[in-house]
């Protein structure tokens, strides 16, 4: 399998390809990074150096990709935070351009936007880009509950209320929808939960709250979960797989004291995912 992933890039520490590309490659993905940005560390310091690529150059590089004949045999084209909305036009004319030349091909598109916690951290005009003109082109999305309810203006809390924002972003195009965070008022107490809708049906796995923040996690569950349902065409399999790994990797990041995610040490996880979770069918 061949993924084409546009993200930004860090040296230091783990987000966007800095956190997807190496758990892909251990699952046996050959990962193809397109970087957006090249920071020394992600921007939760509050401080970083490096440059932002211009969309151009961004666009030169799967240009040149191109050239090599590659697009053809590519499976997935993965994006996640997007910092303006140049690079949103490259993203939808490389999906476009794979597509193109391989119309197996899916998008997977992480509408970065913010968290519950937070709000909403992009500039005003990146929602109004993601709604109107990236998810509509994408095959898979990974909002977590907060960007769900960003994108269809609505404010899912319950199960019913996030199945029925998850059906609206559906109708905006994509047919498969992944939403992370999912917080029920009557839940039980110390689990989150993961919710995977597609034409199938709707399935959700709950696992312990770790209390934690952990920079990149988003990017690392979206690079599996699209990696896992191409693979096995299954919304149920790639959730449990993804809910496994991701678990344990934070687990093991919060172990560890660490603030940056324990990538490395936690590979076998992707690897070898131990299924401890299991997904209930809710539709």
């Not at 892909?24 to 970083?48: C, D, K, M």
């Not at 968290?115 to 005003?124: L, T």
């Not at 995977?196 to 709950?206: F, K, T």
């Amino acid at each position: 399998m061949k993924i084409l992933s546009i993200q930004s890039a860090v040296a230091y520490g783990h987000v966007g390809n800095s956190a997807a590309v190496f758990p892909l490659q251990r699952i046996g993905v050959e990962a193809l990074p397109v970087y957006t940005v090249n920071f020394s560390n992600h921007t939760g310091y509050g401080a970083w150096r490096g440059p932002m690529i211009d969309p151009a150059e961004v666009r030169e590089v799967i240009t040149g990709i191109q050239d090599r004949g590659v697009f053809g045999s590519i499976d997935a084209v993965l994006s996640g935070y997007q910092g303006g909305e140049g690079i949103g036009d490259v993203i939808i004319d490389a999906v476009a351009r794979v597509k193109a030349e391989n119309p197996n091909a899916v998008y997977a598109c992480d509408p970065v936007m913010g968290n519950a916690k937070s709000g909403c951290f992009v500039a005003p005009a990146i929602p109004v880009l993601l709604r109107e003109r990236v998810v509509p082109v994408a095959d898979i999305i990974t909002p977590n509950q907060f960007e769900l309810g960003f994108l269809t203006e609505t404010e899912p809390d319950t199960l019913e209320s996030t199945l029925a924002s998850v059906d609206l972003a559906r109708a905006m195009g994509p047919r498969t929808v992944l939403v992370t965070s999912v917080e029920q008022p009557d839940r039980e107490e110390g689990t989150i939960e993961m919710l995977a809708v597609d034409d199938e049906g709707a399935w959700i796995v709950q696992t312990p709250h770790l209390p934690m923040k952990a920079n990149g996690s988003g990017d690392v569950t979206a690079a599996l979960f699209t990696a896992h349902y191409v693979e096995t065409g299954s919304a149920q399999t790639a959730l449990e797989r993804t809910a496994s790994s991701v678990y344990d990797l934070l687990k093991a990041t919060l172990d560890s004291g660490e603030r940056e995610l324990q990538l490395v040490e936690a590979q076998e996880f992707y690897a070898h995912p131990r299924m401890q979770f299991s997904a209930r069918q809710v539709r």
